[in-house]
C-alpha cells in the first residue's frame, strides 16, 4: 500500500503546490514553491469548474438510477433460487473485470453500421442511423447500468430475514408494499453503501469517456490527463487529482461508517 499507494498520492499532493517555469522556452518544469495558484484556478476558472459539476452530477444521476435498476433484480436473485442464478450473477461481473473488452463491444454496437441501428431500421423505428459514439449519453447510459451494484444489494437484501416480509404479507400488505415499506429499510445501511460506492467509482471513471466519446470529454479526470499531455503542466494536474482523490476518499470514508455502522447493528 505505501509503494503503490500512499507514495504516489503524497508525491501527487506535493506537485500540487509547485509552480512551473520555462526552462530553456522550450519546456515547462515544475519547481518546488508553495502556492495556492493551482487550487484557486481550480476553483475559480469556468472550465475547471464545468467540468467538476459535470463529472459529479453524472456520477450522482447515473447512481441513482443504477441503484433504481438494481433494486429489483437484487430482490429477485436473493428471493428466488432460479435456474441459472449464477451465470447471471457472474453476467454482473464481466463488465468490471473485462471492462476494455465490454466497451470496445459497445462502441462498435454503437457505431452507425453496428448491429444496434441495424435493428432498429430493420424494425422501422428510426430512418437513419442515429450517431450515438462520439457522444456522452452513450456513457451516461452504460454508467446507468447495474452491474456491481446488483451483487451488493443482493448480499444487503440476502441478510433481511425472510420472516418479516412474511408477516407484513399476512397483515395484508401486497408484494410491493412489502418490498418499499419492509425490505428496503431493513437492508437501507447496504444500499445506502451502495450508493456512495457508486458514486465514488463514477467520479474517477476515465477508461469509458475516453472511448465512447473521445480524449475531448468534458470529464474531469480526462482533463487531468490533457493537462499533463500536451500542456505539461504536472502542478496543475497533481492540484485537479488532489480535488478528485479528496471527493473520492470523503465518499469512501462514508461507505466504511455505513458499513460498520451495519456491523454494530
Not at 100 to 118: E, S
Not at 143 to 148: A, E, H, K, R, W
Not at 149 to 165: F, H, N, Q, T
Amino acid at each position: 500500500m505505501a509503494v503503490v499507494f500512499a507514495i504516489p498520492v503524497s508525491y501527487q499532493l506535493a506537485f500540487a503546490f509547485y509552480s512551473r517555469i520555462l526552462y530553456k522556452g522550450v519546456l515547462w518544469m515544475p519547481v518546488p514553491d508553495f502556492t495556492l495558484v493551482n487550487f484557486a484556478r481550480a476553483v475559480s476558472e469556468a472550465e475547471y469548474i464545468n467540468s467538476l459539476t459535470w463529472t459529479l452530477g453524472v456520477a450522482i444521476f447515473t447512481s441513482v438510477v443504477s441503484l433504481s435498476l438494481a433494486l429489483p433484480v437484487a430482490y429477485f436473485l436473493a428471493r428466488y433460487n432460479t435456474f441459472g442464478r449464477s451465470f447471471i450473477e457472474l453476467s454482473f461481473l464481466l463488465p468490471i473485470f473485462g471492462e476494455i473488452f465490454t466497451l470496445y463491444a459497445l462502441a462498435y454496437a454503437l457505431t452507425p453500421q453496428g448491429p444496434l441501428n441495424w435493428l432498429l431500421m430493420t424494425l422501422g423505428l428510426i430512418k437513419a442511423p442515429l450517431q450515438l459514439v462520439r457522444n456522452p449519453a452513450a456513457v451516461i447510459l452504460w454508467m446507468s447500468l447495474p452491474t456491481l451494484s446488483v451483487l451488493l444489494i443482493r448480499g444487503a437484501i440476502a441478510g433481511v430475514d425472510v420472516m418479516y416480509e412474511e408477516a407484513a404479507q399476512t397483515m395484508g400488505a401486497n408484494w410491493f408494499q412489502t418490498f418499499w415499506q419492509v425490505t428496503v429499510p431493513m437492508a437501507k445501511k447496504g444500499i445506502m453503501g451502495t450508493l456512495l460506492l457508486s458514486i465514488s467509482g463514477s467520479v474517477g471513471v476515465y477508461t469509458l469517456p475516453l472511448i465512447l466519446v473521445g480524449p475531448n470529454n468534458n470529464w474531469l479526470s480526462t482533463k487531468i490527463q490533457r493537462e499533463v499531455n500536451p500542456f505539461f503542466n504536472y502542478p496543475m494536474a497533481s492540484a485537479l487529482g488532489v480535488i478528485l482523490t479528496g471527493i473520492c476518499a470523503i465518499l469512501m470514508y462514508l461507505y466504511l461508517r455505513t458499513q460498520e455502522a451495519g456491523e454494530k447493528s
